[in-house]
């Protein structure tokens, strides 16, 4: 059997946290986390040793690198993990909504012995969008469904009583106006025909309790309608429990002697 694979993470949040947990539950003899980049490293009682830079991280030798920090936490320190020759997965693919950053990102990824990999994270279907883009896609459509209180806080949430859209455009714009939430969307336009073409609705309903993704695309293969009503995170709701099972599974394909996908 392989040994266990040296996994630095970049963050330590609520992602991160279940993350480890489910890691240390189902796969202890796959995946083992050498510590976590964070930016305050003064708070107690951490699952896991934690460090301020990617130099002093390397001291504990991981073999690759998993952001789940959000998109400051990629711009900080993604670069440097890529300049270094790691893989580094990701989530935070609504960073490279600006321009600037996705350019800098890209040529760094290119330049790379490494590779930059998107986690699918909340959602699915990413790799039947990919293939279709190969035949050519005509259109893609993601339609995010939230609770108020989750997309927009308790606060402003508290006054919606009804079903309301509240964005319509494209997958850029979406990105950039809600990091925390529908982040997601800009890694169905990766997959697919780009974040500018992307087609983006994010409607918040009080009657939902799930965090709803619907993607529809349309091109030479024929047409795909995909949904899933993801349970929100005990620990923060703006994002679905499946985010860390995908992130394990990431890193799990890197010691299956069969990997799916």
Known sequence: MAAPLRVGLIGLGAIGQDLVRLAQKTAPDQIEFVGA???????????????GSVDEIMTRHPEVFLEVAGHEG??????????????????AV???????????????AEASNGQAIVVSG???ALDAISAAKAGGLDRVQHTVRKH?????????GAGITDE??????????????YPESVNVTAAVSFAGIGLDRTEVVVMVDPAVDRNVHTVEAEGAFGSLRFEIRNVPSAQNP????????????????????????
């Open 37 to 51: 980049i964070v930016q305050n490293l003064d708070k107690p009682d951490r699952m896991l040793p934690v460090f």
């Open 74 to 91: 990629l711009r900080t320190h993604g670069i440097e993990v890529l300049n270094r020759g790691l893989d580094l997965y990701f989530l």
């Open 94 to 108: 609504g960073s490279l909504a600006d321009p600037g950053f996705e350019s800098e990102f890209r040529a760094a």
């Open 122 to 124: 909340a959602i699915g």
């Open 148 to 156: 108020p209180a989750t997309l927009l806080g308790p606060d402003e």
């Open 164 to 177: 309301t859209e509240v964005f319509r455009g494209n997958a850029r714009d979406a990105a950039l106006a």
């Open 238 to 261: 703006k994002t679905g429990a499946l985010v860390a099972m995908s992130c394990l599974r990431q890193l799990r394909k890197r010691r299956d002697g069969i990997a799916v996908g």
